[in-house]
């Protein structure tokens, strides 16, 4: 009764995408990191639903705008759909580390939402991020930290203090690779 649900939260870029210091403010800048679409696919095949959980500072700052997000969205469900694969859900913060959220990671906000909605227990759910606010974030409410070398993934690792039992991949594939293998558990001989 204690297995964690089939449930697997990604942050979107850098994980999912390419990350822009600039920010993703047009379909035409977001571009998936390579075997990352795939990636979803092969989880959605597994048993596992995604949901996307990600910071969007973008539209606080002004830089796009809420019907922008959405497009750019669309975008990256439509490309999973193709690969056989849906995203379940996708819940973002447009605010600012001014507005001082609930919902900003680190805060736990989000993830919150994303309880109440799938009515489950965050317990043991992989949560995969690039940077240390997406591990602290999922750490928090009990899911299992996963950090990716994409994105700003490689400068996280090196600065260290990840949280305790934190795993760590080259890219989202990677990750997925292992973890479909282990949700398959050992296989009869």
């Known amino acids: 009764m204690n297995t964690p649900p089939k449930l697997i939260i990604l942050d979107r ?20 990191i390579p075997g990352s679409i795939e990636a979803i696919a092969r989880l959605n095949q597994a048993g596992y639903r995604v949901v996307v959980c990600t910071n969007q500072s973008g539209i606080g700052r002004g830089l796009f705008d809420m019907a922008t997000l959405a497009a750019i969205n669309d975008r990256m469900v439509e490309m999973v759909f193709r690969q056989g694969g849906r995203i379940d859900a996708i819940f973002f913060c447009p605010h600012t580390a001014d507005d001082k959220c609930h919902c900003r990671k680190p805060n736990t906000g989000l993830f919150e939402d994303i309880a109440s909605r799938f009515k489950v227990g965050l317990e043991g759910v992989p949560a995969i991020g690039d940077s240390l606010r997406d591990l602290q974030a999922g750490v928090k409410v009990g899911c299992t930290p996963i950090l990716v070398l994409t994105g700003k993934g490689k400068k996280t690792k090196e600065a260290g203090g990840l949280p305790k039992g934190t795993r760590v991949f080259a890219d989202l594939a990677e990750a997925v690779r292992h973890l479909v293998a282990e949700s398959a558990g050992p296989r009869a001989a």
């Open 13 to 32: 870029d850098g994980v999912i995408n390419v990350d822009s210091a600039q920010f993703i403010k047009s379909t035409a800048e977001w571009k998936p």
